[in-house]
Structures are given as C-alpha cells and as structure tokens.
C-alpha cells in the first residue's frame, strides 16, 4: 500500500494545542504515512519537532510563509 | 536538525515534491522593515535617555530581554506544562539554570549593599508567603497554560503578530486592572497574614545561596531523571 500524506492544520492554535492534536494524529497513521502539520505559532516550531524526534521520527521544517511553517513528520515506528 | 536529515529521507523528497506545486509564495524581504525598526527603537532610547537615564536603561533592558526571549524561545509556560505533556524537561532544566545563575548574581548586589552598610535593594519585593501564594500560583498556571502564554510569552508572541493572543492581552490587562484595583483588600485579608522569608536572615548568606542552588540542582537532576524515564 502507498504511504500516504496527511495535513494537519493547526493555523491560529495558540501551544499546546498543536503538539496536542499531532500527538493524536500521529498514532492514527501507519508507519511510513507523512504528517504535515501547518503551524503560525513560533513555539510550536520548538515542541513538535523536538517531540517527535524524542519518539524517534524523521522530522523537517520548512518556514512556508512569514511566521508560518510546517513540520514534516514521517512516522518511523 | 542535522541529526536526523544527514541523508535526504523520504520525507524531505516528498515534502519538496509535493511543496513546490502548492504554495510557495515569493516571500517579501524584511530586513528594510527590521533595519527601520531598529533606527526606530535606537531614536526612541536616545529620546527617553534624555528625559530620564532610568528610562533609557529600561528601555534597553526590555529590548534585549524581548529579543532573547523570542529567539531562544524560552517559554516558562512551557517550561512547567511539557514535563506532564510530553515529558520534555529541556525549557524547565533552562530556567532552573537561569534562577540558579540569578540567584548568584542577586545575592552579590544585596550581600554587595549589605556589606558596604547600604540599604540592601530590591527588599520591597520579598513577599509574605502563605496558602494565598499556592492558591494564586496554581490559578495562574490554568490561566497561563489556556491563554498559551505567561505575562512575558504573551506579549512576545503579541509582538511576533500572532492573532489569538492579542486577545490574551486584553484579558491580561483587564485582570491586571481588576488585580491592582482590588489589592488592598485581598493584601490585608490574605496575603499580609503569612511570615517573610529572606533566606540570609536564616541561613546567612552563604547558607542562603548553597541551600537555594541544592533545591535548584535537586530539581535538575530530577527533571533529568523525568526525561530519561518519558521519553527513554
């Protein structure tokens, strides 16, 4: 089966409803699936990503817009 | 950052793939804004060095301290909500570090006064503590926890532009408000019936910085062990 590419929009979440709400998302996808969360807070640009790597995840950020980013999250485990 | 793309993983190619069709828009350049900002901020401080040298060095001391708090993004919300979210302990272990470090420095100008048979500065602020200080610290920790920031957070992020929380600024202020309104009351029922506590009138003042950096590294060596044990 293909993995597939999930977008999660967390545009106008103040922290830690981000972190929250990948956490959730995250353990709903199969390994290998991607997660693309958007996020317009800085602090979560810290949280989700330093998370995910904790748990073990391939993790990269792109800054898509001023003040606004995704977290590209490939689940590994 | 580098630790996890040394080679490019799936991720980055079906990130770029996917990205490059979708969104990007030529992103405007901000550095003139951030250069006129600055002339902006350095004519202001030389205005109000002028009215008053006070002023000007709080002037300074609030610039820097906005600065560094949204480039480090230290977040003391964070720093006591991640342990129990997440299990991260890496924000609180950075602001134990940073009492432990003020907690050397403070004690050096008052010991400095002290010694020197000056008033000893900053005393107006150790405050009486009781009951009212934990019942007070845990509703701020709610507050601050819904609203995504502490006092300094919020407006760091109302500076970075982000929308939610000008609306935590206005609720901030309107408590502040109510707070300074009503303090006298809640000061002599509640908050003036506990002792004050300067730890140099208990343990000297060596004793006072060693006992106060023991808690600080105990709670270190526990967030660390915290960590371990979460995220293993």
């Keep these: 089966m293909m993995a597939q590419e999930v977008l999660l929009d967390c545009l106008g979440e103040a922290c830690p409803v981000p972190l929250v709400k990948t956490e959730k998302k995250l353990t709903t996808l199969a390994v290998g699936d991607i997660l693309v969360v958007q996020i317009d807070h800085s602090c979560a640009m810290k949280?989700?990503?330093?998370?995910?790597?904790?748990?073990?995840h391939n993790v990269e950020?792109?800054?898509?817009?001023?003040?606004e980013w995704e977290v590209i999250i490939e689940k590994v485990k | 950052m580098s630790e996890v793309n040394v080679t490019p993983s799936p991720a980055?190619?079906?990130?770029?793939g996917?990205?490059?069709?979708?969104?990007?828009k030529p992103k405007k350049n901000q550095i003139p804004y951030?250069?006129?900002?600055?002339?902006?901020?350095?004519?202001?401080?030389?205005?109000?060095?002028?009215?008053s040298?006070?002023?000007?060095?709080?002037?300074?001391?609030?610039?820097?301290?906005?600065?560094?708090?949204?480039?480090s993004r230290f977040c003391f919300t964070a720093s006591l909500r991640d342990p129990a979210l997440t299990g991260s302990t890496s924000l609180s272990r950075a602001?134990?570090?940073?009492?432990?470090?003020?907690?050397?420095?403070?004690?050096?100008?008052?010991y400095g006064a002290h010694i020197g048979g000056l008033p000893i500065p900053g005393q107006g602020s150790v405050a009486p503590i009781s009951l009212a200080t934990a019942v007070g610290a845990f509703l701020f920790g709610i507050g601050m926890v819904i609203a995504g920031g502490c006092a300094s957070g919020t407006l760091m992020r109302v500076g970075e532009g982000f929308g939610?929380?000008?609306?935590?600024l206005f609720f901030f202020i309107v408590g502040s408000l109510l707070g300074a309104h009503n303090f006298g009351w809640w000061k002599i029922t509640f908050i003036d019936k506990g002792p004050r506590i300067f730890l140099p009138d208990i343990f000297g003042w060596v004793g006072a910085v060693a006992a106060q950096l023991l808690v600080i590294a105990l709670l270190y060596v526990l967030a660390d062990k915290w960590e371990n044990k979460k995220l293993g």
């Design chain 2, 18 to 24: 996917r990205r490059t069709g979708t969104r990007r």
């Design chain 2, 12 to 16: 980055s190619r079906i990130s770029t």
């Design chain 2, 95 to 110: 602001v134990l570090i940073a009492f432990a470090v003020t907690s050397i420095a403070f004690t050096a100008v008052k």
């Design chain 2, 53 to 71: 040298a006070r002023l000007g060095i709080f002037w300074l001391i609030g610039c820097c301290f906005g600065f560094i708090l949204q480039k």
């Design chain 1, 61 to 67: 950020i792109e800054e898509v817009d001023d003040g």
């Design chain 2, 34 to 51: 951030g250069i006129a900002l600055f002339v902006g901020m350095l004519a202001f401080g030389i205005y109000l060095t002028a009215v």
């Design chain 2, 164 to 168: 939610m929380q000008f609306l935590s």
């Design chain 1, 47 to 56: 949280n989700i990503p330093e998370w995910a790597r904790k748990e073990g």
